[in-house]
């Protein structure tokens, strides 16, 4: 059986400065505008659609 399979890599970021934020996908700006100020916490999810299996290789999360 031959596997046609063909894999590669997607780099994604959310990146926050100041007052903005920034949202890409290989290097393709999918979202930038000012940070909303309510609610006071929030959170960034990774995922696919309706929970199917994803591979996050070389992933990294930091804060400075």
Do not use: C, E, W
């Amino acid at each position: 059986m031959l596997n046609t399979h063909i894999y590669y890599l997607i780099a994604s970021s959310v990146l926050t400065q100041g007052q903005q934020v920034l949202a890409s996908v290989d290097g393709s700006v999918l979202y930038k505008d000012d940070v909303k100020h309510s609610p006071k916490n929030g959170f960034v999810a990774l995922g696919t659609d309706r929970f199917g299996i994803a591979d996050f290789d070389d992933l990294a999360i930091s804060a400075s």
